[in-house]
Structure formats: structure tokens, C-alpha cells
């Protein structure tokens, strides 16, 4: 069984009652595209379901679209809204998953390049884990920033202006990036923290 993290709800310094769904009145957009990493979704969808988040699955077209899992194509995911049609302001934070096909098809995508940008704009935690910071940088976010990402893509990455290091999870204002799957549970504890913060 998952260990969740146990909170205090309070009111007027006092506590009341302890809860295991810090996020409950959170809500999360994913936004993804087919040949995302499979696990760098599923994980934060389960974790931040369980933390009580409600979570929305946005990409290029409505019906399914499907993972990669390490070699091969892995599960389908249904689509709960196109990105065109995503409103920020419904929205708490934006996670972008990585793998190498899905990035490189949003990338190109100007809704997609817009969506970050602006809602990046907001002060709401954006969170790139993988090949996703190529996303960062398509929006023009990299410049300044402390990033960390895909071993592959640390180049990219620096060239785009970016001080690049490599650790488990970097925050840098409202952008949290990672480098790989072995790093989920690091990246979803600081999406977890950065949410509770703004409570």
C-alpha cells in the first residue's frame, strides 16, 4: 500500500483533523501527445489522484493516445479535452511528461507552445520531467532559469540559456523540472509541495 503524506487541516491556528488528501481541492491538467513516457504520466496521475487532486488529460486531438514503455508502445490513455480548448484559470498546475516522440509533437504544436507559455505566466507550478524541458524551451522559458532534464537533451537545453544541473528535481520559481523515470517520486513531492504552498 502507497504511503501518503498526512496533513493538518486547521482553522484558526488550531488543528482539526488529519487528512491524507492534501490536494483535495486542487485541480491538475497533463497535457500529452502520443509516444509520451508512460510511467512519467501514470505515476503522477495516481499520486496526485491519491493526494485528492482531480485531474484533466489534455492533447492535439480528442480519443485515446499512447504511452511509450521503455522499448515499445505501452497503454492508452483516453483524452479528456483538447489543448485548443483548455481555459488556464480552470487549472492549478501543468505537468508535461516526457519521452521522445510526445515533446517533439507538441513542440511544434502553437496551441501547445502557447499554453505553456501563458500558463507559466500565471505563477502556477509547471512541472517538465525528461525530454518535456524541450517544451520549456519552445516557449521560450529556459533562459535564466535552473533547469535539469534528459541526459540527451542537456545541450539543448544550456544552448537555449539555461543553467543546467544534474539532480532528481530543480526548482526554479514556479518551474520544477526532473531527468528521468528513477526520479518520479523526487519530481511528484515537489508538484505536492508547490501546490500546498499556494494554499
Known amino acids: 500500500m502507497k ?21 483535495l481541492s486542487r485541480r491538475i ?40 514503455d521503455e522499448d515499445d508502445w505501452g497503454d492508452e490513455i483516453e483524452v479528456d479535452l483538447k489543448i485548443s480548448d483548455v481555459h488556464i484559470d480552470n487549472y492549478d498546475a501543468l505537468i508535461l ?17 502557447a499554453l505553456i507559455r501563458d500558463f507559466a505566466a500565471t505563477g502556477k507550478p509547471v512541472a517538465a520531467i525528461c525530454h518535456a524541458p524541450w517544451l520549456l524551451i519552445e516557449a ?31 526548482i526554479d520559481g514556479n518551474i520544477i523540472t526532473s531527468r528521468c523515470p528513477d526520479d518520479l517520486p523526487a519530481f511528484c513531492d515537489a508538484i505536492v509541495e508547490a501546490l500546498q504552498d499556494k494554499s
Do not use: H
Open 3 to 23: 504511503a501518503r503524506r498526512i496533513v493538518w487541516v486547521t482553522g484558526k491556528g488550531t488543528p482539526l483533523m488529519a487528512t491524507t488528501e492534501p490536494l
Open 29 to 68: 491538467l497533463i497535457m500529452a501527445a502520443d509516444g509520451f513516457e508512460q510511467s512519467e504520466l501514470e505515476v503522477p496521475l495516481e499520486r496526485l489522484q491519491d493526494a485528492g487532486a482531480e485531474i484533466d488529460i489534455a492533447s492535439l486531438e480528442m480519443g485515446d493516445i499512447t504511452g511509450w
Open 97 to 113: 511528461p516526457g519521452g521522445q516522440i510526445n515533446p517533439d509533437l507538441l513542440r511544434v504544436d502553437d496551441d501547445a507552445v
Open 140 to 170: 521560450g522559458l529556459a533562459k535564466g532559469r535552473r533547469l535539469t532534464c534528459y541526459k540527451s537533451i542537456r545541450t539543448d537545453v544550456a544552448n537555449a540559456g539555461a543553467e543546467v544541473v544534474d539532480e532528481a528535481v530543480v
